[in-house]
């Protein structure tokens, strides 16, 4: 079992990136997918949701209206489109597999069991 977030990279503030969080070893249709971010000397912070079962999503209010979380069952693998990118957004991004998740608990860490490597988002001018 295996997820691997990819996508990151360094975009001048108000740019756009795309992360993919793919999965290996099993199937993602049944799973909720989480983004977590950690910034330097920070804590891991729960960004979005999307659920298996009706696409439900959940965002973060620093997020909110500039991120959208998709999934794309076929290609077992689950996208944060970022657009309208601020220098705060810079941190390591991380996915995360969930039963499901919720309003009031799609941040907590607890809730996620699979977790995939990070990758590096910076922004700067």
């Known amino acids: 079992v295996q997820l691997q977030a990819s996508g990151g990279g360094l975009v001048q503030p108000g740019g756009s990136l795309r992360l993919s969080c793919a999965a290996s070893?099993?199937?993602?249709?049944?799973?909720?997918i989480g983004w977590f971010r950690q910034a330097p000397g920070q804590e891991r912070e729960g960004v979005t949701c999307i659920n298996s079962y009706d696409d439900s999503t959940y965002y973060a209010d620093s997020v909110k209206g500039r991120f959208t979380i998709s999934r794309d069952n076929a290609k077992n693998t689950v996208y944060l489109q970022m657009n309208s990118l601020k220098p705060e957004d810079t941190a390591v991004y991380y996915c995360a597999t969930a039963d499901s998740c919720a309003s009031g608990n799609y941040y907590y860490r607890g809730l996620y069991d699979y977790w995939g490597q990070g990758t590096q988002v910076t922004v700067s001018s």
């Open positions: 070893g099993f199937t993602l249709d049944y799973y909720a």
